[in-house]
Structure formats: C-alpha cells, structure tokens
C-alpha cells in the first residue's frame, strides 16, 4: 500500500511539473504570437505593394507585352 501511495504522489508531482511547463509554453507562445501580429501590421504597405504588382502581372499589360515579346523571339 505504501508503494502505491508513493506511486501516486510521483504521479502527481510530474502532473504538476507537466501542467507548469505547458502554462509557461502556452505563455511564450502568447507573446510570440502578439509579437509577430505587431510585425505582420508593420508589412501591410508591402504586402499591398506585391499585390499590386501581382495585379499589375495578371492584367492586360503583361498580356500585351507577353504578345510582343512572344513575336520578336519566334525562331
């Protein structure tokens, strides 16, 4: 009986050092994830600049240079 009571009380404490480790992660994940939102609100002028530009490669103009370029380098 005392075997399974000293079992149990080990079970209990690595429980507990589990669960504080897990809040401790769960607490540096937090303030990684705030931290990058700040990062990630800072690249909205960029990120907007390579829409744009993706925009600009999808429309007519790329089209019509696609064409020109395509009759100058027919073998």
Do not use: C
């Not at 079970?11 to 401790?24: E, F, G, K």
Request: net charge positive; charged share 15%.
């Amino acid at each position: 009986m005392v075997v399974v009571t000293l079992a149990f009380v080990a079970l209990v404490v690595q429980a507990v050092l589990t669960l504080q480790q897990l809040r401790h992660t769960a607490k540096a994940v937090e303030y990684l994830a705030l931290n990058a939102d700040g990062k990630l609100t800072a690249l909205d002028p960029v990120i907007g600049a390579v829409k744009s530009v993706s925009g600009a490669v999808s429309s007519g103009w790329f089209k019509i240079a696609q064409s020109v370029y395509g009759l100058f380098s027919r073998d």
